[in-house]
């Protein structure tokens, strides 16, 4: 995922190889012709009835739209171009341009098969087989792909190859014996052969193949799916699923025991979303003899979307999780709707769904299983949950604090413990947010706009990533660890929040934190910040702060806002956006809080409120206390 990611090289004679045993085992629940989870677009009954539905109708329009962008593809000059740039802009931006096209003009094929789009569409996959490498300049971080001294597999390059696979699949022999044979060859010479070598020779391993975020669920997934339809012989096949039933639990590790996805919502929707796609692939494999949704672990996994909802449309936005997220309606719904036969499920029809919501986004494998494998095919419905009050969960220090059924305002707020070495991670331990309805006031800023300083040794640099961005005390000065250039992957697990305290009824919720493993300051004796929620009345959120020194130190603590702020004559501060409105009161028993902004110029412009001791401390208590209007 960046700096610090290396491949793996195990001593002699072990390898990741599946036994023969487990290989002949998956042989035996594979049936003898090749599988794919989409319908070929030779099943005219199976697509036709989407060609007056609004599905076929958005990308017929889209293939309009889009194919005649063909003159912008990648290129060898691109490429080089790129991994020799800070930005990734360029590159990834021609990347989606063409992919959105491809799909376009394959899904446009499939629902209106003219052949309009087909030397378009052997001429985009054409244009691939002259590129010195599939993966992303941003991915390449020593340049032996750019200079043919490597063939690396990235997530880019596996969503290509998966891509290639389902066109082939989709539009089989409309398209050209050529073309068909480049798919095969390509894929053969760029996936399967340096995967399948070094997998079994244990020397320099693909460093995804044990991580356990959206890296190793998006690359197990993206073969597999190529290699159960490309692959001919009955036993490779078995042995790419049988290596996948091995991987996939680096994936499940991923997840803490409470479902819980330390790399945020955006990165759920990513990860989890293919881990769904790879699970109906081997369920339909394998006829439903291998079902990891049935899971303990993978039933809690699926239920997160759910869990992470504050409130309507409103989502926490900690780690590189956009901080305008748009719910992806049919994988947070997926468990209700899945063609499934098991009598125990207790599945709801009460409220009607889209999972077709924001379709230009999805995976085209998302758009198969959505078309193809539910139970009410163009219908959806949400999976009911309750919403209790307060969600805690208390693997990762994580508590979403959510107003009474009744109240009449609705304000909601969050706080996150845990540890500053989880992926994707942002120096954050002790932060909160606080919404009313779905509108962020005091907020967590979200992802930056990636670089290739956003996954490098200086990751920290980013005022989005650092604690500088974030709302939590700055120690003596110093910023939380890691600090600025000491980003590598799965460094920052030494700083580290401790629960002392938690409580939770009806009307109070209550989380203590020790945050001093967070700061390296040497006479920091201890930080504590408790958080309180009390949503009686109109509601509040307090948020204390203790601290003590061995000797006289500096103190400051923060808010953050996208929204409208004003400075009030009574030095509180009103945070609005539009007809939502919270006040911020801050004070401390042990001097003058000296009041100061600034906007964190970085690729998203959030406003930093601080409130600082005018004179150094020895001990200090700090507090917040927000409240709407």
């Known amino acids: 995922m960046g700096f610090g990611d290396h491949n793996l090289n195990l001593p002699d004679g072990e390898n990741f190889a599946p036994s023969e045993a487990k290989v002949k085992a998956m042989a035996e629940l594979l049936s003898a012709e090749p599988f794919h989870l989409g319908v ?134 409309r398209l050209s014996d050529a073309t068909r044979v480049l798919i095969r060859e390509q894929i053969e010479q760029r996936i399967f052969a340096p995967y399948r070598q070094r997998i079994e020779s244990g020397q320099d391993i693909y460093w995804w193949v044990t991580c356990n975020h959206n890296w190793n669920t998006v690359c197990l997934n993206c073969i597999l799916v190529c290699a159960l339809y490309l692959k001919e012989d009955l036993h490779e096949r078995a042995w790419y699923l049988a290596l996948t039933d091995d991987l996939i639990e680096y994936s499940n590790s991923g997840f803490e025991k409470s479902g819980f996805y330390t790399e945020g919502m955006s990165y759920w929707g990513y990860g989890f979303g293919n881990y769904v796609i790879v699970s109906e692939l081997v369920r339909g494999a394998t006829n439903g003899q291998i079902n990891w949704l049935k899971g303990p672990l993978q039933s809690k996994m699926a239920l997160y979307g759910l869990r992470m909802e504050v409130q309507e449309g409103l989502f926490p936005t900690f780690a590189d999780s956009l901080f305008a997220l748009t719910p992806i309606n049919w994988l947070t719904h997926w468990l209700n709707n899945r063609t499934d036969d098991d009598p125990e499920r ?69 706080f996150k413990g845990g540890h500053n070495g989880v992926n994707h991670n942002h120096n954050d331990l002790g932060t909160f947010t606080v919404a009313i309805d779905n509108k962020h006031l005091l907020c967590d800023p979200g992802s930056e706009t990636y670089t290739l300083r956003t996954f490098s040794p200086k990751r920290y640099h980013g005022d989005l990533l650092n604690s500088f961005g974030h709302p939590v005390p700055i120690v003596a000065g110093q910023l939380q660890v890691p600090a600025k250039d000491e980003h590598t992957a799965g460094y920052g697990s030494h700083a580290y929040a401790t629960v002392l305290e938690e409580s939770f009824s009806e009307d109070l919720d209550r989380v203590v934190l020790d945050l001093t493993k967070a700061y390296e300051v040497e006479s920091l004796i201890s930080l504590k910040r408790a958080f309180v929620y009390d949503r009686s009345n109109q509601g509040q959120v307090e948020v204390t702060d203790e601290v ?81 209007l």
């Open 40 to 173: 070929p677009s030779s099943n005219r009954p199976a697509w036709d009835r989407w060609k007056d539905h609004a599905v076929g109708r958005y990308w017929i329009d889209q293939a309009l739209k889009k194919g005649p962008e063909y003159t912008k593809r990648l290129s060898n000059e691109l490429i080089i171009e790129s991994s020799q740039s800070e930005s990734r802009t360029a590159y990834d931006g021609t990347n989606t341009k063409v992919r959105e096209r491809l799909v376009a003009m394959t899904m446009a094929e499939c629902i209106e098969p003219t052949g309009k789009y087909l030397a378009q569409i052997e001429a985009e996959i054409g244009a691939f087989a002259g590129l010195i490498t599939w993966i992303s300049p941003a991915h390449d971080f020593h340049g032996l792909n750019v200079s043919g001294k490597s063939i690396d597999i990235d997530l880019y390059s596996v969503q290509w190859a998966q891509l290639f696979t389902t066109v082939d699949f989709l539009l089989a022999n």
């Open 346 to 414: 207790n599945r709801t029809t009460d409220e009607e769904i889209d999972p077709f919501h924001d379709q230009e986004k999805q995976n085209i494998l998302s758009l198969m299983l959505n078309m193809f494998h539910t139970v009410d095919g163009q219908k959806a419905y949400k999976l009911q949950y309750g919403y209790p009050g307060h969600e805690w969960f208390d693997d990762v220090q994580f508590l979403i604090c959510r107003p009474s059924k009744d109240a009449k305002v609705k304000m909601a707020a969050t």
């Open 548 to 628: 003590a020194f061995t000797q006289p130190e500096t103190f400051e603590t923060a808010l953050i806002t996208y929204a409208d702020w004003t400075l009030n004559d009574d030095g509180s501060v009103t945070i609005s956006d539009g007809d939502k409105a919270v006040k911020a009161i801050v004070s401390s028993d042990q001097g003058e809080l000296e009041f100061s902004h600034c906007i964190i110029e970085e690729s998203t412009t959030p406003t930093r409120l601080s409130w600082k001791l005018r004179e150094p401390v020895q001990q200090a208590r700090v507090k917040i206390s927000v409240h709407p």
